[in-house]
């Protein structure tokens, strides 16, 4: 997705948490806005500019940034749009696989604003390409409950649990998060395994897999599930652990 700013990128405002992180571990002088849910690296030091779906527009304006970072699923394109029409140079990602996520976090670093391509991204490129698909099970992967939503088709978080060889159930609905009844997701034999991430929804030991009394709970870091950026360096190592926790 191009963006049109051919100038130099001295101030960049951030609207996905994974792309902040991006930016923070390469050229944290750039970052001069970022939105609420920016919470990596702890300590980021920038203006906020509120949620990712409900951006203050105003208080990004009035940062002049040269550059808006962006993601097509994580932003509304009527924000984008209004972005633009202020003269504001937006950069819109799209990330549902592993190589879309080092394609465009190097075309962002490199085109976007600039910058060489970091050591990180290639040290989280080596992590992965070296990831064994330790496991061979079918699992479900809830993002919510009341109601119960599912991972579905064409995701990033999926992509990755199938490299390590978790293979979601519901990767060929026809919806990307389908809302599916307990009783459904709870069928003898209909999985080995429910993944449980702490966000978007904050699954806990204590909340969420007693919803689940048939299965294996797999506890996982929502970051290192869904993030792309310098966590995908971590992510294979941590994503193993916590899985091979669970089922033994």
């Excluded at 996982?220 to 360096?233: A, E, F, K, Q």
Aim: charged share 25%; net charge negative.
């Amino acid at each position: 997705m191009a963006h049109t700013n051919t100038g130099t990128v001295r101030s960049v405002v951030s609207l996905v948490p994974s792309l902040t992180e991006a930016l923070a571990a390469t050229a944290p002088e750039l970052l001069t806005g970022a939105t609420d849910w920016c919470s990596h690296p702890p300590g980021l030091d920038v203006t906020r500019v509120r949620g990712t779906k409900n951006p203050d527009l105003e208080r990004i304006a009035a940062l002049a940034p040269d550059l808006v970072v962006a993601n097509e699923e994580e932003n509304r394109e009527s924000d984008l749009a209004a972005l633009r029409a202020a003269g504001i140079d937006v950069l819109v990602t799209e990330v549902r696989t592993l190589p879309q996520a080092f394609g465009e976090l190097e075309r962002m670093l490199t085109e976007g604003c600039g910058l060489a391509r970091p050591r990180w991204l290639q040290e989280a490129e080596d992590a992965w390409r070296d990831a064994r698909a330790e496991f061979d099970v079918r699992a479900f992967v809830p993002v919510w409950r009341r109601p119960w939503m599912v991972l579905g088709r064409d995701t990033f978080a999926g992509a990755l649990l199938a490299h390590l060889g978790v293979h979601n159930i519901y990767e060929r609905h026809r919806e990307r998060y389908p809302r599916l009844p307990l009783q459904e997701l709870n069928e003898a034999g209909h999985a080995d395994l429910v993944v449980l991430p702490d966000e978007p929804y904050l699954f806990t030991a204590d909340d969420g897999p007693e919803a689940f009394p048939g299965l294996p709970s797999a506890l996982v870091g929502g970051r290192h599930l869904t993030w792309y950026g310098p966590s995908l360096t971590e992510a294979p190592a941590a994503l193993t652990a916590q899985l091979r926790k669970a089922l033994g």
